[in-house]
T-cell receptor
Framework: NAGVTQTPKFRVLKTGQSMTLLCAQD?????MYWYRQDPGMGLRLIHY???????AKGEVPDGYNVSRLKKQNFLLGLESAAPSQTSVYFC???????????????FGDGTRLSIL | DQQVKQNSPSLSVQEGRISILNCDYT??????FLWYKKYPAEGPTFLIS?????DKNEDGRFTVFLNKSAKHLSLHIVPSQPGDSAVYFC????????????FGTGTRLQVFP
């Protein structure tokens, strides 16, 4: 049971390079999320998706783009990497909640990204 | 403006004793609260949650208490075990059909023999 799988686990980029982080889930979850975690801070929401073909901005979306072409995959892109984007990136997914049936998010193990 | 606050960066507890982790929130629209546990180099793992219609939820050694008037919740671990040593994140969500979570900054719990 893989759950939420993030690829790659580690990556070092130079300033200005681009890359895509892949998140795949096998739980048939409708909702997917991208967070970043920085030292001394909690997880902050970058972008999220409430269904295939839909995306929306979170708390810290600048410098990132996302796509949800397939229900099971959620891609996070950095078009021109900056040192401020050095962080650990976590993907999560969940079933939609009902008002009386709230659902927790399930996380992958993260991608550690360093921008030099 | 930090909507979810964990004011204790770290906590050290002896094995077998109770661990109490605290969390405060400011947004009165939050109605669902979660605790996640995180080991190094792993993703957060869901531990326990509570809806605002309750004031207590229990799962084995873990109990979460919610005080809505004080906008405060706490996680009790009894008895504490060395394997409980991890970073614990409090998170909150309001009902808006997106299930977005707002996280606290985490508390590092160390359980020593």
């Amino acid at each position: 049971n893989a759950g939420v799988t993030q690829t790659p686990k580690f990556r070092v980029l130079k300033t200005g390079q681009s890359m895509t982080l892949l998140c795949a889930q096998d739980m048939n979850h409708e909702y997917m999320y991208w967070y970043r975690q920085d030292p001394g801070m909690g997880l902050r929401l970058i972008h999220y998706s409430v269904g295939e073909g839909t995306t929306a901005k979170g708390e810290v979306p600048d410098g990132y783009n996302v796509s949800r072409l397939k229900k099971q995959n959620f891609l996070l892109g950095l078009e021109s990497a900056a040192p401020s984007q050095t962080s650990v990136y976590f993907c999560a997914s969940s079933y939609p909640s009902g008002p009386l049936n709230r659902q927790p998010q399930h996380f992958g193990d993260g991608t550690r990204l360093s921008i030099l | 403006d930090q909507q979810v606050k964990q004011n204790s960066p770290s906590l050290s507890v002896q094995e077998g004793r109770i661990s109490i982790l605290n969390c405060d929130y400011t947004n009165s629209m939050f109605d669902y609260f979660l605790w996640y546990k995180k080991y190094p180099a792993e993703g957060p793992t869901f531990l326990i949650s509570i809806s605002s219609i309750k004031d207590k939820n229990e799962d084995g050694r873990f109990t979460v208490f919610l005080n809505k008037s004080a906008k405060h919740l706490s996680l009790h671990i009894v008895p504490s075990q060395p394997g409980d040593s991890a970073v614990y994140f409090c998170a909150a969500s309001g009902w808006d059909n997106t299930d977005k979570l707002i996280f606290g900054t985490g508390t590092r719990l160390q359980v020593f023999p």
